[in-house]
Antibody
Framework: QVQLQESGPGLVKPSGTLSLTCTVSGGSITSTNWWTWVRRPPGKGLEWIGEIYQSGNTNYNPSLRSRVTISVDKSKNQFSLKLTSVTAADTAVYYC???????????WGQGTLVTVSS | QSALTQPASVSGSPGQSITISCTGTSSDVGSYNLVSWYQQHPDKAPKLIIYEVNKRPSGVSNRFSGSRSGNTASLTISGLQADDEADYYCCSYAGFSTWMFGGGTKLTVL
């Protein structure tokens, strides 16, 4: 069974860059899935950030597109998220998840809290 | 891209049924059979409970059911149990290779 685990700094300064990695175990990142990032700001709902396919093709949330980059590292079986010019509004629990060809999101990582603060 | 609209909270007593609505537009919920629902307990990862509007993944109780009418999808939980107390989120394909979640609904089992 595929499992996902997020990792990265829990604190980022305003105007800085948020960088997270999702490590895939129990399966290959070269499988026919889209590898996805979702976040949940405190007290708010889930927000789809974007996704990447093994080929490197990406899709992004239009509201974040100018600041987001998602990349894949096949050699490490990982995919990553970079979000630039962060503000307090980017404080959230960030999840990585799988979107298979049947078009749902499952499984998910446990999530990692990233706080934007000086 | 605005979030799908869900009630902030719903409640019910054990054994009762509740329904959570998820309202979108003709560009998302109303256009695609790609609505899914997720259950999230505190400090846990979201769990898929409904996909493609009304299909249940293997292992999910048949007390959970999904439906759609026009631009509104619904999740019904019958025979409420204490462990159903959680946050619930809907999700829909929104066209142009993008996805959209709802604002979430907190279910309280009284």
């Amino acid at each position: 069974q595929v499992q996902l685990q997020e990792s990265g700094p829990g604190l980022v300064k305003p105007s800085g860059t948020l960088s997270l990695t999702c490590t895939v175990s129990g399966g290959s990142i070269t499988s026919t899935n889209w590898w996805t990032w979702v976040r949940r700001p405190p007290g708010k709902g889930l927000e789809w950030i974007g996704e990447i396919y093994q080929s490197g093709n990406t899709n992004y949330n239009p509201s974040l597109r100018s600041r987001v980059t998602i990349s894949v590292d096949k050699s490490k079986n990982q995919f990553s998220l970079k979000l630039t010019s962060v503000t307090a509004a980017d404080t959230a629990v960030y999840y990585c998840a799988i979107r298979p060809p049947r078009n749902w999101f499952d499984p998910w990582g446990q999530g990692t809290l990233v706080t934007v603060s000086s | 891209q605005s979030a799908l609209t869900q009630p902030a909270s719903v409640s019910g007593s054990p054994g009762q049924s509740i329904t959570i609505s998820c309202t979108g537009t003709s560009s998302d919920v109303g256009s695609y059979n790609l609505v899914s629902w997720y259950q999230q307990h505190p400090d846990k990862a979201p769990k898929l409970i409904i996909y493609e509007v009304n299909k249940r993944p293997s292992g999910v109780s048949n007390r959970f059911s999904g439906s759609r009418s026009g631009n509104t999808a619904s999740l019904t939980i019958s025979g409420l149990q204490a462990d159903d107390e959680a946050d619930y989120y809907c999700c829909s394909y929104a066209g142009f290779s993008t996805w959209m979640f709802g604002g979430g609904t907190k279910l309280t089992v009284l």
